[in-house]
């Protein structure tokens, strides 16, 4: 069965340092995803990809953020510097994208605590 | 504001007693609310779509159901492996684009033996 890969599954990282995940979603799914989601809390949308093209990100911190997804394949999202505050799980997920919306699924999620 | 609100945050049940939880939302261009199950320490998985009002989709114990200002998934004779997060998502549309997922905090369930 298809799955989108995460990886790495655990990180843990010093305030201050530069810290990537990486995603590889599901073959043929257009639309790429990355969400934040907090202990206790839904996932907030970070970045939305069309293809390479990014169609939504509004809400990712920009300063320190940054996420690619040169090919049109897999995707690249970085924090730099990384802080306290950016403990969270952060999520990927695809969907096959179109004009009729299809269902997102999500990768396993890393696990990101910074010291 | 577009909203998604779930209740309650934490439900218990006992093995075999039937309950549902909620999600309702106030949001502008709806074009589909999903409905994913989490356990811990791992991501979304997916359960449900559901695009119009009086839709009703059926998997094993769970049942969804959608009107035009809320959903709810009703869970019969709960089992201890269906304890877990259940979230709830509404899918807009943003301009040309595809839009994108907006999450309610979820539903946490535990049921026990």
């Known amino acids: 069965e298809a799955e989108v890969a995460q990886s790495p599954r655990y990180k843990i990282t010093e305030k201050s340092q530069a810290v990537a995940f990486w995603c590889d979603p599901i073959s043929g799914h257009a639309t790429l995803y990355w969400y934040r989601q907090i202990l206790g809390q839904g996932p907030e949308l970070l970045v939305q990809f069309q293809d390479e093209s990014v169609v939504d990100d509004s809400q990712l911190p920009k300063d320190r953020f940054s996420a690619e997804r040169l090919k049109g394949v897999d995707s690249t999202l970085k924090i730099q510097p990384a802080e306290l505050g950016d403990s969270a799980m952060y999520l990927c997920?695809?969907?096959?994208?179109?004009?009729?919306?299809?269902?997102?699924?999500f990768g396993q999620g890393t696990r990101l605590t910074v010291v | 504001e577009d909203q998604v609100t779930q209740s309650p945050e934490a439900l218990r049940l006992q093995e075999g007693e039937s309950s549902s939880l909620n999600c309702s939302y106030t949001?502008?261009?709806?074009?589909?609310l999903f409905w994913y199950r989490q356990d811990p320490g791992k991501g979304p998985e997916f359960l449900f779509t559901?695009?119009?009002a009086g839709e009703e989709k059926e998997k094993e114990r769970l049942k969804a159901t959608l009107t035009k200002k809320e959903s709810f998934l009703h869970i019969t004779a709960p089992k201890p492996e269906d304890s877990a997060t259940y979230l709830c998502?509404?899918?807009?549309?943003?301009?040309?684009?595809?839009?994108?997922?907006?999450f309610g905090k979820g539903t946490k369930l535990s049921v026990k033996p």
């Open positions: 559901l695009y119009s």
């Open positions: 998502a509404v899918h807009l549309w943003v301009g040309g684009s595809q839009g994108n997922l907006i």
């Open positions: 949001v502008s261009g709806l074009r589909g």
């Open positions: 997920a695809s969907s096959l994208g179109g004009n009729l919306y299809t269902e997102a699924f």
